[in-house]
């Protein structure tokens, strides 16, 4: 075999390994993305926000209601993609991701979104204090190499061409909705019901 063959050879191995990792069912890939998604409903809800974006902290207390309510009807499946708008932004949704790691259950992702809002608000910004934050509220996390997720979630970001935040994309077989502001995405999930 050619040198450049076995350079080709072994650069098409590497990439089917990657591709396998990243769709297989059981790969961190994949089990990552699915921490965030919650529900089997055929509707698809992206729920775009920032703990650091003072809209999307006055908008979460309205809309747990109505996540709870479509998700319990098996309407939608819903999934919570932190949007790296501020510095600390990937901070906050590093502890999110490790704390479903550590605890995968919508009210509990519900309650532990509300407590990162407040640690926003109260300018937390550096690990340590963060998780002491977390354990003060007794919120157990487990990390895990969270890349292959943030990976994804800027291709939904792309996907969905998102520059606002609170955002939500509503997507129903071939439909798709884009909603931005906490007044009309709590419309939009009403209207779901």
């Known amino acids: 075999m050619k040198k450049g063959s076995k ?6 191995c590497i990439l089917c390994g990657l591709i396998l990792g990243l769709t297989m069912p059981g790969s961190a890939f994949s ?22 974006c003072g809209p999307c902290g006055a908008s979460e207390s309205k809309i747990v209601d109505p996540i709870l309510d479509l998700v319990g009807k098996n309407a939608v499946s819903v999934t919570f993609i932190d949007t790296p708008v501020y ?33 926003a608000k109260a300018n937390i910004n550096e690990p340590g204090k963060l998780e002491a934050f977390l354990r003060n509220k007794n919120i157990g996390f487990k990390p ?14 792309r996907e969905d061409k998102i520059n606002a935040t609170p955002s939500c994309v509503i997507r129903s077989g071939d439909k798709k909705e884009v909603h ?3 007044g009309n995405i ?6 779901l019901k």
Do not use: W
């Open 31 to 52: 089990e990552g993305m699915s921490l965030l998604t919650f529900g089997i409903g055929k509707t698809d809800v992206r729920l775009y926000t920032d703990y650091f």
């Open 87 to 119: 510095k600390y932004s990937a901070l906050y949704a590093r502890y999110f991701l490790y704390v479903l790691n550590e605890k995968k259950e919508l009210r509990h992702a519900m309650a532990v979104r509300a407590v990162l809002f407040e640690a």
């Open 144 to 157: 895990f190499d969270v890349r292959p997720v943030f990976n994804m979630l800027q291709s939904y970001l």
């Open 180 to 182: 931005t502001g906490g």
């Open 7 to 12: 350079r080709a050879s072994c650069t098409f």
């Open 186 to 191: 709590l419309k939009a999930l009403e209207a």
